[in-house]
Structure formats: structure tokens, C-alpha cells
Nanobody, 120 residues
Framework: VQLVESGGGMVQPGGSLRLSCAASGFTFSRYDMSWVRQAPGKGPEWVSSINTRGGSTYYADSAKGRFTISRDNGKNTLYLQMNSLKPEDTALYYC??????????????WGQGTQVTVSS
């Protein structure tokens, strides 16, 4: 299993970023996928999940209305569109294989992470 995130960076409050995750080493279309984040000094936090076909999406309350998860099974790629970013969104964002109930306990199926920093 290989998951490679990209698209992080530094942005001002209110700005937007689009994270991407390139998946390989497994049949991407057969797995629910998730995004998890970890802020400095805090434990990992589940952000969002999407089912295999992309028809069902789930969000943490902190992400609802601002973030959109999507996937392209033809490209083996997972996305997270983040709008109206806040300083509290600053964290290392991980792409993870699996749905919400298990993803936080299976760190072996996470990528290496991409840093998102929201600051003026």
C-alpha cells in the first residue's frame, strides 16, 4: 500500500487548498478512503471519508460546509478541497485507506502526510 499526498502549503485565513493523494499497491476502487489530520501536540483527528464509488461522503463537524472529499477511481486518486480555511485547520493531513470506524487505528495504511498551515 502506497499513498502519496500533495497540495499542502501555507495559506491565509479564508483561503483554499486542494489536497491530492495518489494511491498504488492495492485496488483503489475497492476501498473506502479517508482524510485524517494531526495538529502539533494533538492526537490524530478524522476529517472525512468517502465510499468506494464516491456516492457517500462523511465529514467531521469541523469540516462540514467547508471541505469536500472526492475521488477519481480511474486515476487512483483521492482529493480534499478545503475552502474558508481557519488557523485551527493547521495540521499534517494524511490520506488513509479505510472508513471512519477503523482508519484511526490502522496507521500502517496512511500516507506520509502533507502540511497545511493557515496563518496571516
Amino acid at each position: 500500500v502506497q499513498l502519496v499526498e500533495s497540495g499542502g502549503g501555507m495559506v491565509q485565513p479564508g483561503g483554499s487548498l486542494r489536497l491530492s493523494c495518489a494511491a498504488s499497491g492495492f485496488t483503489f476502487s475497492r476501498y473506502d478512503m479517508s482524510w485524517v489530520r494531526q495538529a502539533p501536540g494533538k492526537g490524530p483527528e478524522w476529517v472525512s471519508s468517502i465510499n468506494t464509488r464516491g456516492g457517500s461522503t462523511y465529514y467531521a463537524d469541523s469540516a462540514k460546509g467547508r471541505f469536500t472529499i472526492s475521488r477519481d477511481n480511474g486515476k487512483n486518486t483521492l482529493y480534499l478541497q478545503m475552502n474558508s480555511l481557519k488557523p485551527e485547520d493547521t495540521a499534517l493531513y494524511y490520506c488513509a485507506r479505510g472508513p471512519k470506524p477503523v482508519v484511526l487505528t490502522q496507521r500502517e495504511y496512511w500516507g506520509q502526510g502533507t502540511q497545511v498551515t493557515v496563518s496571516s
